[in-house]
């Protein structure tokens, strides 16, 4: 029996399933191009699967993060430049999971959008895949959601999923922090992926666009500039880690910048005290201070003011663990200690100014 007449389809809709289907396929080869002992990187099953066993972890425990790239995607969306921000968003998600002795061993993306772009699609993912191949995990699935009405043309969002293990036992912070701990500052790449609401108005007062010259200096643009990804700080900080028993724990300079959270990481009755004056502040942030007339303290609870990871070392083994940080291409600072605290003083104390 033949249909009367033609009946509405998904496309009609619009969702294109075989412009998900040709994304997919374009993807492969960059997942699997990011194969590790326990994944082979294939895509396509309704899950990703991942053999334990074969990472040669004796008593693991595992060890979660998921984690977004925030408004930076409206810098990627309207300046037409994709190809980093998925290393952004892995970036996010397994520098929290090194920062408790984690080895990230797998990640899964989340890709919402309107309009379903392939190239656009592979882009980013391509970016993603980079990030995996940064950090040693292997991509070993994620979703793709066309949504026309949920979202505008051309916008889009990403979420990410990373999963870790650490022999038991040798999960971070460790207990034994001491006053007299040093504090060692991994210098940043730029702004990382937070505090790009208050960029965007920054920009917007200023007059600029993404096109325009980049008003810190560096001879690119603007967009080009505040698009420069996150640090993936894990191979380092892992090797350091196999190297020393040094090393007491990390912080991850991310949302809430320094004041927030280094006190997460410390136990009670201690401060941590930065010298200010330690820290080398890349240009791009003495702009921002300047053209929005940012007080000090808002940076410092906003940015990551040019440090984007903090280890905690013991006095005995701070020069080594610098010695080793930067031999693996770290810029390292030494950036403060740790003091003792009564119950009413603050967890953070700053001394020096910040050259901004």
């Known amino acids: 029996m033949s249909e009367s007449r033609k009946g509405m389809t998904y496309s009609d809709a619009g969702v294109d399933i075989d412009a998900g289907n040709a994304l997919v396929n374009a993807i492969k080869p960059l997942a699997r ?12 099953g309704f899950g990703g699967v991942f053999d334990l066993k074969a990472t040669g972890f004796s ?38 999971l090194v920062v408790q002795g984690a080895e990230p061993l797998f990640f ?14 592979a882009t980013i993912v391509g970016g993603i895949a980079e990030g995996c191949r940064q950090a040693g995990c292997a991509l070993i699935g994620g979703e793709t959601a066309e949504m ?22 040798r999960l971070l912070p460790k207990i034994d922090m001491h006053a007299g701990d040093v504090l060692l500052g991994l210098a940043s790449s730029g702004v990382h992926s937070n505090g790009y609401s208050l960029v965007r108005r920054i920009v917007e ?22 698009l420069e990804p996150t640090r993936i700080y894990v191979r380092p900080l892992l090797r350091a880690l196999a190297k020393t028993d040094a090393i007491r724990g990390f912080a991850h300079i991310t949302g809430g910048g320094f004041t927030e959270n280094v006190p997460r990481v410390l136990p009670a009755g201690i401060a ?54 930067e031999a693996e291409g770290e810029t390292v600072c030494t950036l403060g200690r740790l003091v003792g605290r009564e119950e009413d003083e603050p967890r953070l104390r700053y001394r020096g100014k910040l050259a901004l």
């Open 59 to 96: 008593d693991p425990i595992l060890v979660a993060a998921n984690d977004g790239v925030g408004t930076k995607l409206k810098i990627a969306i309207e300046s037409g430049r994709h190809e980093t921000i998925g290393v952004d968003l892995v970036a996010m998600c397994v520098n929290d």
């Open 205 to 226: 007062k200023a007059g600029l666009d993404w096109r325009s010259r980049a008003p810190f200096g560096g001879g690119g643009s603007l967009g080009g500039a505040l």
């Open 148 to 169: 026309p009405g949920m979202y505008a043309d051309g916008d889009y969002d990403l979420a990410g999923f990373a999963v870790g293990a650490a022999e038991r036992g």
């Open 272 to 325: 941590a005290e930065i010298d200010l004056s330690a820290i080398r502040v890349p240009p791009v942030f003495g702009w921002l201070s300047k053209a929005g007339k940012i007080a000090s303290t808002e940076m410092l609870r906003t940015f990551n003011c040019g440090i984007g990871m903090v280890a905690i070392v013991a006095p005995e083994g701070a020069d080594d663990v610098k010695a080793m940080l």
């Open 108 to 121: 899964l993306d989340y890709y919402a959008t309107g309009k379903l772009d392939t190239a656009t699609g």
């Open 33 to 44: 191009a990011t194969r590790r002992p326990g994944a082979d990187g294939r895509l396509g």
